[in-house]
């Protein structure tokens, strides 16, 4: 057991820092541990074994609520990816865990047959089968790490709230970077595209109609995505509809509405018909995407959703976009 890596409870600049860079999506692919088997404190073979992933913010959230336990942390190859998606893609599965268990002998690294697994992984780890594979019997602990001592304490057996998932606004609101840069590269693109095609007029083009015209358009662009992924996220129970698109398409229009109030969108009927679109499309997709974040939906839902949603999404942005830059010569 020389080669097993000690692990600290305590997070260090670096982590807080990495931490934060992952929050706003910087370097998020990258942002893994390796695999393998990880010493917490001073275990020895009664010590307790958690499963995590290798999505190194939740494998830092589960060290650090182990502070003052000896345990040991089975790290699954999930390929970067959080327990509770990976689960849903399968990586955090019984295969994945059975191959762990052998792979790093654990029958001899521990005397008891027990495993932990995080509750948010359940769907992806059949207890039965890792039981039948490896011995080891599948305790599913708590859904937030920091209930951990509680769970011990309470004979390892989970309550009613260490099993709820409350999804409260701060919980939203510290997804909400993520969102905003997951089409970063298009921030800039698109924008830039709106700006120059709104020097476009009858006569031929206009640098001054770019700078009058294109500012305006810009800012509404923003506006439906901050709709979708900001304003959705933040307002989520009390929006009406099931579907985050249709909740998006409603923030966007009530947006589209106030710009409409101060002028924002044009004078002509056919540029304000055409903004609505954009809008409309724009925030509904930007909330839509909020769903693998969301413990709202489903993976069925969400399947089911992208396949009517989608083509509808696509189909109002472009007729909206066309609209837009046929006005650009009426």
């Given at each position: 057991m020389s080669n097993i890596q000690q692990v600290s409870t305590e997070w260090s600049?670096?982590?807080?820092?990495?931490?934060?860079?992952?929050?706003?999506?910087?370097?998020?692919?990258?942002?893994?541990?390796?695999?393998?088997?990880?010493?917490?404190?001073?275990?020895?073979?009664?010590?307790?074994?958690?499963?995590?992933?290798?999505?190194?913010?939740?494998?830092?959230?589960?060290?650090?609520?182990?502070?003052?336990?000896?345990?040991?942390?089975?790290?699954?190859?999930?390929?970067?990816?959080n327990v509770w998606c990976a689960a849903g893609k399968g990586t955090f599965g019984t295969q994945e865990l059975a191959f762990r268990i052998k792979e790093?002998?654990?029958?001899?690294?521990?005397?008891?047959?027990?495993?932990?697994?995080?509750?948010?992984?359940?769907?992806?780890?059949?207890?039965?089968?890792?039981?039948?594979?490896?011995?080891?019997?599948?305790?599913y602990g708590p859904v937030k790490a920091d209930d951990i001592p509680a769970f011990i304490a309470n004979g390892y057996k989970t309550t009613p709230e260490m099993r709820k998932i409350n999804f409260n606004l701060w919980e939203r609101a510290k997804l909400i970077p993520v969102e905003l840069?997951?089409?970063k590269y298009y921030l800039i693109l698109i924008p830039a595209i709106f700006f120059i095609l709104s020097g476009l007029h009858?006569?031929?083009?206009?640098?001054?109609?770019?700078?009058?015209?294109?500012?305006?358009?810009?800012?509404?662009?923003?506006?439906?995505?901050?709709?979708?992924?900001?304003?959705?996220?933040?307002?989520?129970?009390?929006i009406p509809f099931k579907r985050f698109s249709l909740k998006g398409v409603m923030i966007g229009w009530l947006m589209a509405i106030l710009l409409l109030y101060f002028n924002f969108l044009g004078t002509n009927?056919?540029?304000?018909?055409?903004?609505?679109?954009?809008?409309?499309?724009?925030s509904s997709f930007m909330a839509m995407n909020f769903t693998g974040a969301s413990t709202f939906t489903s993976l069925s839902g969400v399947q089911k959703e992208m396949k009517i949603s989608l083509p509808v999404q696509i189909c109002g942005t472009v007729l909206g976009f066309i609209g837009w830059l046929i006005t650009r010569f009426i």
């Open positions: 600049n670096k982590d807080l820092l990495s931490a934060i860079k992952v929050r706003w999506s910087i370097g998020r692919m990258d942002y893994k541990v390796m695999p393998g088997l990880y010493a917490v404190g001073n275990p020895d073979k009664d010590a307790d074994v958690y499963i995590s992933c290798n999505f190194k913010l939740s494998f830092d959230i589960l060290r650090r609520a182990l502070k003052g336990l000896n345990a040991w942390i089975l790290v699954l190859d999930t390929k970067g990816i790093h002998q654990l029958d001899k690294v521990v005397n008891h047959k027990k495993v932990i697994v995080p509750q948010l992984g359940a769907t992806g780890v059949s207890a039965y089968k890792i039981k039948e594979e490896t011995g080891f019997k599948v305790i840069f997951y089409a009858a006569d031929g083009f206009s640098v001054d109609s770019s700078w009058s015209n294109g500012g305006r358009a810009i800012f509404n662009l923003c506006v439906a995505y901050l709709s979708g992924c900001v304003l959705t996220p933040i307002l989520l129970p009390i009927i056919f540029e304000i018909i055409s903004w609505f679109l954009l809008i409309g499309g724009i």
